[in-house]
Nanobody
Framework: QVQLVESGGGLVQPGGSLRLSCAASRSILSTNSMGWYRQAPGKERELVAKITSSGNTNYADSVKGRFTISRDNAKNTVYLQMSSLKPEDTAVYYC????????????WGQGTQVTVSS
């Protein structure tokens, strides 16, 4: 069993920045990918960004150029640096990890609220 603990959410004004962190309870070297999804009220959960074990990244079109995903294998942590935040970025952000060892399985964090409002 793996626990993913997110932190860094909160209230920020439009144009501001936040950094989300997702710390895993075991080594993330055995993951295929890790990343962030978000879900706004009344909307489906959507992929925001993901990073593979080799460091390749993918972003939703709506966040390209504003968000940056990174990982620190030594700290078993994935980060999402969010800049130039917009009200439409308001959502609950969920971290996920796709492990291949000891078996293929996805794990999810509990979610952290990000609210962009003046």
């Amino acid at each position: 069993q793996v626990q993913l603990v997110e932190s860094g959410g909160g209230l920020v004004q439009p144009g501001g920045s936040l950094r989300l962190s997702c710390a895993a309870s075991r080594s993330i070297l055995s993951t295929n990918s890790m990343g962030w999804y978000r879900q706004a009220p009344g909307k489906e959960r959507e992929l925001v960004a993901k990073i593979t074990s080799s460091g390749n990244t993918n972003y939703a079109d709506s966040v390209k150029g504003r968000f940056t995903i990174s990982r620190d294998n030594a700290k078993n942590t994935v980060y999402l640096q969010m800049s130039s935040l917009k009200p439409e970025d308001t959502a609950v952000y969920y971290c996920y990890a796709n492990f291949w060892y000891p078996s293929y399985r996805d794990y999810w964090g509990q979610g952290t609220q990000v609210t962009v409002s003046s």
